[in-house]
């Protein structure tokens, strides 16, 4: 459920896989329901076709140490499927295979496998809980459900009062860890936004809508141009000094563009913004490049280090700072009033968008001897995705028109490699 690289779904035969013995061993399994969540799209159960020679899948290198894990959770029957005498096709055979009701010759193992009683604290003990302190400490997370209409994606993912889901228990985890680490200071923000019919609208500002998706290089503010501009004058001061060597023996360049450094850092002291003592330690190392003779090659080195590369970001969504869980989880409630949700065949709340909340992270160490110490920066994403639907679903209208883009997305999402 944490992301980085992609773990290749690998098909085995019975005699390679580890799982080899399960399917005989526990078909009677009285936890037999059906499949609620994957991320990878590629390995569903559902797309397999029965096969004579027992099959078996799993993720390459089941541990934690992997940066792609897949999780798959059960939810039991509803109540209303009970009465159309729905039949279950899946079951969880212990805790990492998903087994064939019909067909036990076929099966597939995940990293983790949860029944129908699993309670989603556990689910997110065991499958969440370690992408989200590593976030904390500065590695970027992603934890998401995926799943057909109505396998319980939002239940995961958003919960309820009674059981709280992966968000809620995430962001209260942030804190916790933040009290529990007292020799750092933390910064934590949230954006909260949603894609509904291939359109990115910000749930955190009703006004925020129809936002652009931008890459890296757009992100340079216009401090940053001010500062570039010095920096480029101090860079072309050295390779101009530099090729002036041969005939001007003083470096009168070499002074000038001193003096400028000096100046410089007399602006950043009387700023006394963290920002422009980052921007200076930048000047300085370029500085030092052109001071060791690298001529014109380090005016593009420069400019390209000086790049400030947010990567993939939404242009204009709205960050709040959040100060307590309670906060964070106001502005999720809020959010989600503005969240596209309608009524179909199979959910009577079904999510018509898929909803990104991220939680940006920065934290440095505090304390007498943490002055120059760097600041991690770190973002944790949590998605509930929109469930994918059956072209065949008697849908009409919108939620028709909905449900395709929704499909679209999911199988695009198959496609995406690190
Ligand atoms: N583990 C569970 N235990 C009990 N009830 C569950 C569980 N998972 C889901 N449900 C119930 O099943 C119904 C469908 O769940 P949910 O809305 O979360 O599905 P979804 O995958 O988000 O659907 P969609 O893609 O249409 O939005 C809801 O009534 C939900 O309360």
Redesign the pocket.
């Known amino acids: 459920m944490s992301s980085k690289h992609r773990s290749k779904p690998k098909r085995l035969d019975s005699s390679n896989s580890k799982a080899v013995n399960s399917p005989s061993s526990s078909t009677t399994s009285s936890s037999k329901q059906f499949l ?1 969540t994957s991320i990878d799209g590629l390995s569903s159960p559902a797309s397999s076709s029965v096969r004579s020679k027992p099959q078996y899948f799993y993720t390459e290198n089941l541990s934690y140490k992997e940066n792609v894990t897949v999780t798959v ?4 029957l ?1 109540p209303r499927e009970i009465r159309q005498g729905e039949e279950i096709a899946w079951y969880a055979d212990g805790e990492t295979i998903v087994q064939n009701e019909h067909n036990p010759s076929i099966a597939y193992a995940y990293d983790r496998v949860f029944g ?1 009683t ?1 309670t ?1 604290r556990h689910v997110y003990d065991v499958a969440a809980q370690h992408v989200v302190s590593g976030a904390m400490e500065g590695i970027n997370g992603t934890i998401f ?1 995926y ?12 919960g ?1 009062q009674r ?1 709280p889901g992966i968000i809620p228990l995430a962001v209260k985890d942030a804190f916790s860890i933040i009290q529990e680490t007292p020799n750092r200071e933390f910064l934590l923000r949230v954006s909260y936004l949603e894609i509904y019919n291939e359109v990115v609208n910000d749930l955190l500002n009703p006004a925020g809508q129809n936002l652009r998706i931008r890459e890296d290089s757009q992100a340079i503010d216009s401090t940053s141009m001010i500062n570039a501009f010095w920096m480029l004058v101090m860079l072309v001061g050295n390779c101009t000094d530099n090729a002036l060597q041969g005939v001007n023996s003083i470096g009168w360049f070499d002074r000038w563009t001193r003096l400028l450094h000096d100046a410089f850092i007399c602006l950043c002291l009387k700023g006394g913004g963290g920002g422009a003592a980052v921007v200076w330690v930048w000047v300085w190392l370029i500085y030092w490049i052109a001071l060791l003779n690298l001529d014109f090659k380090c005016l593009a080195s420069g400019l390209r280090i000086f790049t400030v590369f947010k990567g993939t970001f939404v242009e204009g969504i709205k960050e709040e700072v959040v100060l307590s869980p309670a906060h964070a989880l106001s502005l999720i409630a809020a959010g989600e009033e503005h969240r596209h ?1 309608g009524s ?1 065949n ?7 968008s898929h909803t990104i909340f991220t939680l940006t992270i920065e934290s440095s160490p505090c304390g007498e001897n943490s002055a120059g110490e760097a600041v991690n920066l770190s973002q944790l994403h949590l998605i ?5 639907e059956s072209s065949k679903a008697e849908t009409v209208g919108v939620r028709r028109k909905e449900g395709s883009y929704i499909n679209k997305s999911l199988l695009t999402l198959g496609t995406v490699r690190p």
């Open positions: 609620e959770r059960f939810r039991p509803s129908p699993t989603t459900a799943g057909v209409t109505s396998s319980g994606k939002t239940h995961t993912m958003h309820d059981s949700v179909t199979f959910n009577l709340l079904s999510s018509r509930d995705l929109a469930g994918s």
